[in-house]
């Protein structure tokens, strides 16, 4: 509730043409159902979507992307948790960057606000830039056997599930949500 208002202007404010906003009401409790039909009513392009009983199954959050997916139409989806908000060129740039490289997804840029993520933050990317072979997700070293990258790359992989990115086509194909409906780190497993 305190923060649906501040992600959903924000999502908005995009500079990106030709998108819609959904965001999935799962049965809040407090005022955010009220906020959004206040949005709604405002802002026409933000469509709230009543969730569905969760089937035992899932788990909460693949869940809810999941119902998003269904009901999104475009060609790139992002997803972003209700406690993001975005710079107006986000979605721009990670679509460019969707566009430009052969990768699944695209990682974002994090501003870091209060002091514990200014200490914390820094020291994550610190472990993922100089331990995690990135790269080799997306590009092929020559000396590396395709064996050997196709049985290490998921170990070469990191997510950022506050805001991720998707070209819908490869979504569908790694089977969207519904692959990782009982991960709990549901944004790496994609």
Known sequence: EAVIERCVTSALKQTY????VLVLDDNST?????????LSEIIHNVHTISGKE????????????HQLSEHAKGDFLVF???????EEEAITKAVNSLRQSDTITVWPKQRVVTFWEKMIIP?????????????????????????????????????????????REAYDTIGGHTSVRQEIVEDVEL
């Open 17 to 20: 043409p030709n998108f819609e």
């Open 80 to 86: 972003i948790d209700a406690d993001v908000w975005l």
């Open 123 to 167: 020291m994550i990317y610190l472990g993922l830039y100089t331990l995690l072979p990135a790269k080799y997700v997306a590009q092929h070293p020559f000396w590396l056997p395709r064996s050997l990258r196709q049985k290490f790359a998921p170990a070469f992989a990191a997510a950022c599930g506050q805001f991720i990115a998707f070209n």
């Open 30 to 38: 407090d005022k955010t159902t009220e906020i959004l039909k206040d």
């Open 54 to 65: 969760k089937p035992g199954d899932w788990l909460g959050k693949p869940w809810a992307c």
